[in-house]
Structures are given as C-alpha cells and as structure tokens.
C-alpha cells in the first residue's frame, strides 16, 4: 500500500493503519459522498466546494491505491466504493452521529449539501422503532436542499432529489406512498438539528399532519453524545 512507508505512524494495529488509509484531510468526506452512490470528479468537487482540486486529484488517487475507491468502468471521470470502502459506512454514520453533538451554529459560507443531509439521515434512522410503523416517505428541503427518504418497515432508501441533485439510480424500495402517507418538511439547517433532536418547532410543514410529524420523530433521531453516569457518579 502506497501509505504504509514513510507516511506510516509506525505503529502495528488497526486504527493507525485505518488513519494511515482514511485519516488525511478531506478522505471521509469523499467517503461520506460516495456511500450515497457513484460521483464524478465535477460532482465531488461541486459537494465538496473548499477542497483544492489537486488535493482532490490526490486524495482521490491514495483511495485507490488503498483500494477504497475504484474507477466506474461505464462512467467517464466517475469514482465509486469497493468493497473495502463500503465497510468504512459505519465508521462515517458513527462520526455523523458524533458530530451532531459538536455541531454548533452555521458559520458564514458553509453549506447544506444532498450527499451531507442524506448520510444525516442515516445516521438518525431508528430502524427498530420504523418497523413497527407504516410505509411513509418523508421529503426534507433544508437551505435548498432536498432529499427523499423511503421507510418500510425497518429498512431505509433515501435520495437526493429536486435542483440540483445528481440523477439516481432507480430507487431500492417498491414502495409508492399515496399523498396521505407523505410528510414534506422545510427547515433551516438550525431547525433540521432540532428536528433530529426530538424538536419539531422549527419545521415548516408543506404536506402532512401532525400524526406523519410524530412519526417522523421516532424514525429519524440523533442522541445527543455526553459523559456517562458511570463517569459522573465517580466524579461526584
């Protein structure tokens, strides 16, 4: 592998050499967007729009090397996951959730992007708690973003959708929700971290009632991060 020499920590365990893979700057972003399907080098520049397009050039060429990412043979310019790469998604929806703790308020000039808010949603979907629940399709507009995410039982297909979101392959799931099985949200992206915390005040509802609101709260969350009891009861 192309990182294990002088670049290496020149340690012998799992998480270095995941870091030696994975840990430079911008690497798990290209991750994150490439785990909601296939990109070409305009489409990840377009999601990612602050990364210097030879570092995107360069990262793009250790992924391969590290064969995390490969080429699509019938897309000209297109990158996609290996299978190797596929099995760093629980890696990225565990630091989505975690960063969702740390999140903050919007600073000037960062942006909601579809691939962002649909791996979000990943990492809030309870799929325990939608099993038990009726198909329903939820449509999120944040910031001029849209994404739709498909629940059936406890399985979720979310895609981008609307301006500017990059053409799908055909969806996973079979479902074809009739309007009353329909909740269609816009949110500021401060509302869309409150709405993932259980707080639905923010939201402005486009289609839907208070029922599909509800229901929304408990597939989609994202628990907040903190000191454990345990931690907090032997400090006391």
């Known amino acids: 592998m192309a ?33 909601v399907g296939p990109r070409r080098y305009g489409d990840l520049k377009t999601g990612l729009p602050r990364i210097p397009t030879n570092i995107l050039s360069d990262r793009l060429k250790e992924l391969q090397e590290s064969g995390v990412v490969r080429r699509v043979p019938t897309v000209r310019g297109g990158y996609e996951l290996t299978a190797l ?31 962002a808010l649909a791996v979000a949603l990943r990492a809030a979907f309870r799929a325990d708690a939608a099993a038990s629940l009726p198909p329903t ?33 055909r969806r996973r799931s079979a479902f074809e929700p009739v309007p009353s099985a329909v909740l269609e949200l816009e949110l500021e992206p401060a509302a869309l971290h409150g709405v993932l915390a259980g707080d639905a005040s923010g939201a402005v509802v486009l289609a839907g009632d208070a029922e599909l609101l509800a229901r929304f709260g408990l597939t989609f ?16």
């Open 85 to 115: 790469g596929h099995g760093l998604e629980p890696v990225v929806i565990a630091l989505e959730r975690w960063g969702w703790s740390v999140l903050g308020d919007q600073a000037e000039g960062e942006a909601v992007t579809h691939d």
């Open 3 to 35: 990182t294990r020499g002088a670049r290496g920590f020149g340690q012998y365990g799992g998480v270095a050499r995941a870091l030696e893979r994975v840990g430079d700057r911008w690497a798990l972003l290209i991750v994150r967007d490439l785990l």
């Open 221 to 236: 969350r994202i628990e907040p991060v903190g000191p454990s009891t345990d931690v907090i009861s032997a400090a006391a």
């Open 137 to 169: 399709e939820y449509v999120l507009h944040v910031a001029g973003t849209s994404v739709s995410a498909i629940v059936v039982g406890g399985t979720l297909d979310v895609a981008p959708v609307g301006a500017g979101a990059l053409p799908q392959p």
